[in-house]
């Protein structure tokens, strides 16, 4: 019996294939190209080289590169001259700047070694837009980007800025009888506009055209029309308590107002906590984070947002005939909802409306006018004039290029050739293109004079970015390259001689020193921000007007009937896109940043890439599939789309839970031709659909056209499967149960009873009483997921970018990332009602509920979670490594030793968080990672911290919880013979986090925010029952909802 | 160091003959002057000073722009009191202004003669101060009076080997192999005597050699033994490897911490002032070194024969400072639109990237003095690492060194070691110091 017993090694040799044959008979399933070197014994013998010689070269250079390898190198250590006062080598210096690239908007601190710029922080003195965000963040390495333009180009040909300027002076004086065109991104600069008057001064015929890529000029339109000038409401989210946004990406790009502190702010639980109800068709950021999601067509925003208005207006007495359009009949009661809960909290809440449509934002404005807003959320006399371009200014020049009419085109900060629709064509017509901009990009190569202009930290600024607040830029370097910043550069075709600086400075003195006294031009270089709290009408730039809200109500609603009826005529498309924003990227102006292309989309958890979002069961219905390689990594199929007759193809297709079905969603910024080696040639350029600077179009047509995209995916798991990750409470259940209830903590039965986690374990417990004890608290119900935490630890830990391929190896080096997960419609509890008691193939079971537990829901919660290093104190990375290279310290932190890591990565594999990162390559010097990391050029190499080890290949390493900072701090308490303050220093994610989601802190120091944090009842350790005790904790989210 | 305590000892004994030799020679000439001029100018020799006390207030008040025989950023004082009235420099010294203001054609010409550049002006001090000054610029410096009595030159006993040693080792060694020689003779004559075959040398050596290698105790023992050995220098060769103690690399100036810090006594963070606030102790940027070698050219510099070693020329060494800075020595002024050049040291300290070293947490925060890690700095000419700058060296130290308590930032925590470890001395390694992540990170 036993002989005839036979072993099949796989299906293959059942069914007798010709493939198995092939296995039985040949060991590898491919040749092994031996013979072509060892079998030509032609080529062997003609070889100068012997077997004999090869061994003796081996041994010989071997002995030569050890007794090498002995030798110590002369390193020069090289002073300097006349050393500046400001600079103390080896101690940071921070100026106050800010940053400002005509599409973010945010006031800094520079942190600068040896006077290279390496770290922007928030300006803590500002009170407006004071969080900075992943892009500003990742700012600093444009600064170093190597493919910047160092020298000015004539035609194509290198020149002296002497002979350029002359270029442009000569094409402006020639251009007499036809139209000059300076066409900008939006300009928040008071003495910047000054000097572009007096530009036109000189050249009456010049007109000065605003263009923002993402436009949101028809809503500018209402206000202007209304306020006088052109400007937005700010928006107050910490005075509301409720929000309802149609389609409004407010946390992410919307209007260029950040709000996500006071969004936060106000979300704090408790009785007043802030609502949010969203209604939109792609899973946007801000959608992700609401507590009560309705999914949308583009085409329904207009019905629902009049439907809404209607209710809310019969709700609060005021008119209410409006022309609806066909509306779904399972939205209406929805609608009715809300309207109730908006009338209920009357000047509490907030309407916010997203996109570029007038007839849209009317009724938002309406409807906030309606609620008595105006007292609240809505601060007319504040307004913000962060965005103002002006999409009739931008028509009428491209139709007056077309047709020949003028004479110079000056771009200055923008790059139409990409982002606008006919530019290209339009621009072939004028005779002298002038592009004032940092790199040769897609306009600049169209254009005959490129003029390179500085980066933000090397240049001087003055900004109004709203009515009451005005803050300086200055800069923190020399120039790079041979570059003028755009002012000067200005101001020299004005014949001005001053330097901007002068300029500024004069301008600063006359304009706005005399309004805040207190404030001379050093208090205000020093400080970076003057602000004006005061409610009265205090401006710095503008004139007080006067205007009366009553009136402007009457405005707004007057006008309410013409725009029902015209977005009772919007068409429903078989297919409808929205063009959106990734939080990464934005608009596109920083691609070249590997920083941002490598941090992954919060929702889709992509990173170098943009593709079409669809859902699922457009998805099955069109044919797409996703499928995965058997490493993991995630594959699509393309798509070939038609919007509006232009045609875009081979667009990767997603498949995104969410996503309102008959909608897909795209993102600009992407497919750059010529942006530079980390940016180009990745994704699709969607500004192509974009005909007339909308955010969504409803004519689309979809073709699936197969194919195998690989995306660059690092989460491939979306759910909890049931598991206590996130811990998350409705509003009402944690105002009114008890929180062992809903934040429960793990119990082990032992014979003392039953026991905590914390209390049943194996290790010794280690001195953490004596000394410091360093906890950090993360609060996730603050946590928006914007990743700017993600590239602020980039900078400040020298983390490598491993660029597409290597994240799609699930070798991303990303020492914290931010775990999103959806819910699914599947619990334990729903298993139960359905009755999933089932064993094996009788009737359905464990497993089948766990399978569908892995499938996200259709409209979904979303969480997010940032995960880095838990700094356990019974840690089992440290149990396992044979070398001793982690180890925990007395104050609570988990070491890391790159010098004695030997990479065996038994750490990594017993990390029950997986966040320990190997170096799989020397990212810093293989040729490989060339295109994608920055500090493989001397340029880039000086954003390095240099206060960070920059690991090598076949080393650990994860979050060390900024030890540099933590040692700094204690040095500087210790030189001035102190104790620490608590607040005083914290960690990189949780400085750059604007919703302070992030608290860092002693516990041992009572009276510190961290340790009251640690006894909150929301309090928990992720994976508690693995008894790690992690020094990190989170706070449970919590929802609002009944 | 008996090396460089010789070349010192040599140094100030010659430099002291030479300045006594001066000194006898300008004391006698200022008399001869003095006698002249009592004739002349009685007012001259109207005040009585102390030499020492001026010496002491020249110092302090006017040797930022004065020296006594040369020009600097003002006259020569030297002959101060040859040119002028006592009177006259009292008032001038101390208020110039008042004195121009007064119509005194003399001090206008002064002023005009250096571009205008006012002198400070000095109403705190006395006649008597200003008396002492000039003193002190009438007799000169007086000799520097060597420390600890006078230093004889004697050299260090040097054990020295007998002369008949050598050829007495000689002697026995031939004896030795005489010996050798005849017990072979001998046996081999027992042997033919006893009717065997005589045996050569070479027989008798490769029979001992046959019965040592059949000794498998023996082989064992000596191979282990080998073995041994060759392991014990392999590991310390190997151990040795990157340390670079003793490394002593030529620098671009020949610049002495000897002169600086030894025989001028200037503090260590005067040059390296980053050492109190940052992570680097700082090579001093060049204009630090202008802040003397304005007026220190080295012309004064004598060699050790007591002749002056640039025969009053500048030094070569210092001339390169002003060549990197851009000093015009002859206006005394940095040239306009120098192109300057920087200095480039050759580090001798060098730590490896993977560790963290801060300068200010243990100079300012620890309060370890600068020799502890340098070594005696103020007596290397050209300087030399003086540990061994491995991680054993610095853990040790950890070990030992005992926490300054007094620091207000370990308010508290101190007390809170000695209650859980039930100790007093709390040394580095106790609050943390040895933990991997202090210094690898």
Not at chain 1, 81 to 106: L, N
Request: glycine residues 8%; contains cysteine; negative net charge.
């Amino acid at each position: 019996m036993a002989n005839s017993k036979k072993y099949w090694q796989g299906f293959e040799d059942l069914v007798d294939s010709p493939l198995a044959k092939k296995f039985q008979q040949n060991e590898f399933a491919e040749d092994i190209p031996s013979d072509e070197f060892l079998g030509n014994n032609e080529a062997l013998g003609n070889s100068q080289t012997t077997r004999r010689d090869f061994l003796k070269y081996l041994g010989f250079s071997t002995a030569a590169a050890t007794l090498a390898a002995c030798e110590t190198p002369i390193v020069e250590s090289i002073p300097y001259v006349v050393k500046p006062d400001s600079i103390t080598p080896g101690v940071p210096t921070f100026y106050a700047s800010t940053f400002f690239d005509g599409y973010d908007y945010a006031p800094v601190l520079v942190k600068t070694r040896e006077g290279r710029p390496i770290k922007l922080e928030p300006n803590n003195l500002a009170t407006f837009n004071k969080g900075t965000n992943a892009r500003v963040q990742a700012s600093v390495l444009s600064l170093y980007d190597s493919e910047r333009l160092r020298e000015p180009l004539v035609d194509g040909a290198e020149t002296t800025w002497k002979d350029a300027l002359a270029k442009v002076k000569s094409a402006l004086d020639g251009a007499a009888g036809k139209e000059v065109i300076f066409m900008t991104a939006t300009v928040i600069s008071p003495s910047t506009k000054k000097i572009i008057a007096e530009l036109k001064e000189k050249y009456p015929n010049l007109t000065h055209v605003t263009y923002d890529a993402v436009s949101v000029s028809q809503k500018l339109d209402i206000y202007q029309n209304l306020l006088g000038e052109r400007a937005m409401p700010r928006y107050r989210l910490d005075k509301a308590e409720l929000v309802v946004s149609f389609a409004a990406d407010f946390l992410g790009d919307w209007n260029g107002q950040d709000v996500a502190a006071e969004y936060a702010a106000a979300r704090k639980p408790g009785k007043n906590m802030l609502r949010h109800v969203q209604l939109e068709s792609v899973m946007s950021l801000t959608g992700s984070n609401a507590d009560k999601r309705i999914k949308l067509k583009p085409s329904e925003y207009g019905a629902a947002l009049v439907y809404l208005t209607s209710k809310v207006a019969s709700g609060t007495g005021h008119a209410s005939a409006f022309e609806v359009g066909s509306l779904n009949d399972q939205l209406k009661p929805q609608l009715d909802e809300i309207a109730k809960e908006l009338v209920a909290k009357g000047g509490k809440s907030l309407v916010l409306v997203g996109g570029n449509d007038i007839h849209l934002e009317r009724f938002a404005a309406a409807m906030n006018m309606m609620l008595g807003n105006e007292s609240a959320a809505v601060d007319y006399t504040d307004r913000v004039y962060l965005r103002q371009g002006n999409d009739k200014e931008v028509e009428a020049a491209l139709k007056n290029m077309a047709a020949g009419n003028v004479g110079v085109v000056m771009t200055s900060g923008i790059n139409p050739a990409y982002t606008l629709h006919g530019y290209a064509e339009a621009v072939s017509k004028v005779g002298t293109t002038v592009s004032l901009t940092d790199r040769l990009d897609e306009s600049a190569s169209l254009s005959n004079i490129v003029l390179p202009t500085s980066h933000f930290l090397e240049s001087w600024g003055g900004f109004h970015p709203k009515r009451k607040t005005y803050t300086l830029a200055q800069p923190t370097i020399n120039p790079l390259f041979n570059t003028i910043q755009v002012e000067d550069i200005l101001l020299s075709l004005t014949g001005n001689t001053l330097s901007y600086k002068d300029y500024l400075k004069e301008f600063y003195q006359t304009m706005v020193e005399p309004k805040a006294p207190e404030n001379t031009w050093n208090i205000a270089l020093q400080n970076g921000v003057v602000e004006k709290e005061e409610t009265d009408l205090d401006y710095f730039i503008t004139e007080a007007e006067i205007f009366s809200i009553p009136d402007l109500k009457q405005r707004i609603i007057e006008a309410l009937v013409d725009s029902s009826t015209a977005l009772a005529k919007q068409k429903a498309g078989s297919y409808e896109i929205v063009f959106y924003q990734k939080i990464g990227i934005g608009s596109g102006n920083m691609a070249n940043n590997p920083w941002l292309q490598e941090l992954p989309d919060p929702v889709s958890r992509i990173s170098w890439d943009n593709y079409l979002t669809i859902s699922a069961a457009d998805a099955v219905a069109l044919g797409f599939e996703m499928s995965n390689d058997t490493n993991g990594g995630l594959n699509g199929n393309y798509a070939n789309i038609t919007v509006g007759g232009v045609k875009l193809e081979k667009v990767p297709v997603f498949v995104q839970p969410g996503q309102a079905i008959g909608t897909v969603g795209i993102a600009v910024g992407y497919g750059r031709t010529a942006c530079g080696k980390a940016a180009n040639n990745l994704g699709v350029n969607a500004y192509t659909l974009i005909s007339g600077l909308e955010h969504w179009n409803t004519d689309v047509t979809i073709e699936n056209i197969g194919g195998k995209h690989e995306y660059a995916s690092i989460q491939l798991g979306h759910t909890m499967m049931g598991r206590k990750i996130v811990n998350e409470v409705t509003l009402a259940d944690y105002m009114n149960v008890d929180p062992h209830d809903w934040n429960h903590h793990h119990e082990f039965a032992t014979y003392k009873g039953k026991l905590s986690a914390n209390e049943t374990n194996i290790w010794d417990d280690l001195d953490h009483e004596t000394l410091h004890m360093w906890n950090m608290s993360i609060d996730l119900n603050s946590c928006t997921g914007c990743g700017a935490c993600v590239v602020s630890c980039h900078l400040e830990n020298n983390v490598p970018v491993v660029g597409k391929e290597e994240v799609r190896n699930h070798r991303d080096m990303h020492w914290l990332r931010i775990d999103r997960y959806y819910s699914s419609d599947m619990s334990k509890a729903e298993a139960a009602k359905q009755g999933y008691s089932g064993v094996g193939l009788i009737g359905k079971g464990a497993t089948d509920m766990y399978a569908e537990m892995e499938i996200p829901s259709e409209s979904p919660d979303v969480v997010f979670q940032p995960v880095m290093c838990q700094h356990c104190n019974h840690a089992p990375c440290e149990t396992v490594c044979p070398v001793a290279a982690t180890s925990h310290s007395r104050e609570g932190l988990n070491h890391m030793a790159y010098n004695r890591c030997i990479g065996t990565r038994y750490c990594a594999n017993n990390c029950p968080y997986k966040v320990r990162r190997f170096n799989w390559f020397n990212y810093m010097g293989n040729s490989k990672f060339k295109d994608v990391n920055p500090a493989q050029d001397d340029y880039g190499r000086m954003v390095l911290n240099p206060d960070v080890n920059v690991r090598s290949r076949g080393v650990m390493e994860k979050c060390s919880m900024c030890i540099q900072r933590i040692q700094y701090a204690k040095l500087e308490a210790k030189k001035k013979g102190k104790k620490i303050e608590d607040g005083s220093f914290t960690t990189a994610c949780a400085q750059a986090c604007s919703t302070g989601a992030i608290t860092f802190g002693d516990v041992n120091n009572k009276k510190s925010e961290v340790s009251a944090l640690k006894e909150d009842e929301r309090a928990y350790h992720l994976l508690e029952e693995v008894g790690t005790q992690p020094s990190v904790f989170y706070q449970t989210k919590v929802r609002n909802r009944a | 160091m008996p090396l460089n305590f010789k070349f010192a000892t040599l140094i100030s004994v010659t430099t002291h003959l030479r300045f006594m030799l001066r000194i006898q020679f300008k004391r006698f000439f200022t008399f001869l002057i003095l006698v002249l001029a009592l004739g002349f100018h009685t007012s001259a020799l109207a005040f009585e000073g102390d030499a020492a006390n001026g010496k002491k207030l020249f110092k302090a008040n006017c040797a930022a722009c004065h020296k006594l025989d040369k020009k600097l950023i003002g006259p020569a004082l030297g002959d101060m009191t040859e040119r002028r009235s006592a009177e006259w420099l009292v008032a001038w010294i101390r208020d110039n202004g008042a004195l121009r203001a007064s119509g005194d054609a003399d001090a206008q010409a002064v002023f005009d003669e250096y571009n205008g550049m006012p002198m400070t002006a000095f109403p705190a001090l006395s006649d008597q101060d200003i008396y002492d000054i000039l003193q002190y610029s009438i007799e000169g410096d007086a000799p520097a009076v060597p420390q600890g009595g006078t230093p004889t030159p004697t050299g260090e006993p040097v054990a020295t080997t007998p002369d008949y040693v050598l050829p007495m080792l000689f002697v026995l060694g031939a004896v030795f192999v005489l010996l050798l020689i005849l017990l072979i003779k001998m046996k081999n004559t027992l042997r033919v005597v006893q009717g065997k075959d005589a045996e050569s040398i070479g027989d008798e050596i490769s029979a001992f050699r046959k019965g040592l290698v059949a000794n498998k105790f023996l082989m064992t023992i000596g191979t282990l033994a080998v073995g041994i050995f060759v392991l014990y220098f392999a590991y310390w060769w190997l151990m040795g490897i990157g340390v670079e103690k003793d490394y002593q690399p030529v620098q671009p100036i020949a610049f002495s911490h000897k002169v600086h810090a030894g025989q001028n006594k200037i503090d260590c963070n005067y040059c390296h002032s980053s050492a109190r606030h940052s992570k680097t102790s700082g090579i001093p940027s060049t204009n630090v070194c202008m802040n003397c070698h304005k007026y220190v050219d080295g012309s004064e510099i004598v060699d050790e024969s007591g002749q002056l070693k640039y025969g009053g020329d500048r030094s070569p060494e210092i001339a390169k400072i002003y060549a990197a800075i851009g000093w015009d020595v002859d206006k005394l002024a940095y040239i306009e639109g120098y192109e300057q050049k920087a200095v480039q040291w050759v580090r001798v300290h060098n730590l490896p990237d993977l560790v963290y070293f801060n300068h200010a947490q243990h100079v300012t925060a620890g309060g370890v003095d600068c020799e502890t890690c340098h070594g005696p700095v103020s007596e290397m000419d050209v300087l030399k690492q003086y540990s061994d700058l491995t991680m054993g060296w610095c853990v040790e130290c950890h070990r030992e060194t005992e926490v300054n308590t007094d620091n207000g930032y370990y308010d508290g925590y101190h007390e809170n070691i000695k209650e859980k470890y039930h100790t007093d001395k709390i040394t580095v390694d106790k609050i943390g110091g040895l933990e991997c992540g202090k210094c690898h990170y």
